[in-house]
T-cell receptor, first 109, second 116 residues
Framework: EDQVTQSPEALRLQEGESSSLNCSYT??????LFWYRQDPGKGPEFLFT???AGEEKEKERLKATLTKKESFLHITAPKPEDSATYLC??????????FGTGTKLQVIP | DAGVIQSPRHEVTEMGQEVTLRCKPI?????LFWYRQTMMRGLELLIY????????DSGMPEDRFSAKMPNASFSTLKIQPSEPRDSAVYFC??????????????FGSGTQLSVL
């Protein structure tokens, strides 16, 4: 069974304090690894897709990386507006996507 | 573009009642997905449609759940009869023909369902 595990469950950072979120996956034949951001009371919003080990993608203060077993979402010098829940998801072949339960990030001014 | 539109935003009902959730996907998108989100299990795919045809309903919990997509601009998820364990946030999402299957989903704001 496909599994996606995110850690930590919650993370509290001071503004400007860089850190990383982890996503471990057990999916044979990974087709894509996705990162989404979810704000309270809203649906997830797409951030990145990674397709192969070694791939990296960046958007503002966020950088996503992928290995054969894990993905990391690096947050550099975060700001309070980066506070949200970050969801990781993995897709096997062209089958359904399996989501993790997310990391709730709080950035304190 | 208005995005994916779901209604109602909140639904409170009593056990045994029928509940109908509604979704209007983004115009031009040909894939539609229904997800359920809980603290314990996260986001779970219930069913998805491609060109209005159900492709995979293996995530539908049991026969109490049913989904329809009568046309490209409307879908419903029905629970009958509802039970307290159905309480969750239900999301609808759509994706465009240019995106590969399940890639870059656009989510609605969800329906918060509470079954008492």
């Amino acid at each position: 069974e496909d599994q996606v595990t995110q850690s930590p469950e919650a993370l509290r950072l001071q503004e400007g304090e860089s850190s990383s979120l982890n996503c471990s996956y057990t999916v044979s034949g990974l087709r894509g690894l996705f990162w989404y951001r979810q704000d309270p009371g809203k649906g997830p919003e797409f951030l990145f897709t990674l397709y192969s080990a070694g791939e990296e993608k960046e958007k503002e203060r966020l950088k996503a990386t992928l290995t054969k077993k894990e993905s990391f979402l690096h947050i550099t010098a975060p700001k309070p507006e980066d506070s949200a829940t970050y969801l990781c998801a993995a897709q096997r072949g062209y089958q359904k996507v399996t989501f993790g339960t997310g990391t709730k990030l709080q950035v304190i001014p | 573009d208005a995005g994916v539109i779901q209604s109602p935003r909140h639904e409170v009902t009593e056990m045994g009642q029928e509940v109908t959730l509604r979704c209007k996907p983004i115009s031009g998108h040909n894939s539609l997905f229904w997800y359920r989100q809980t603290m314990m299990r996260g986001l779970e795919l219930l069913i998805y449609f491609n060109n209005n045809v159900p492709i995979d309903d293996s995530g539908m919990p049991e026969d109490r759940f049913s989904a329809k997509m009568p046309n490209a601009s409307f879908s419903t998820l029905k629970i009958q009869p509802s039970e307290p364990r159905d309480s969750a946030v239900y999301f609808c999402a759509s994706s465009s023909p240019q995106a590969a299957t399940n890639e870059k989903l656009f989510f609605g704001s969800g329906t918060q369902l509470s079954v008492l």
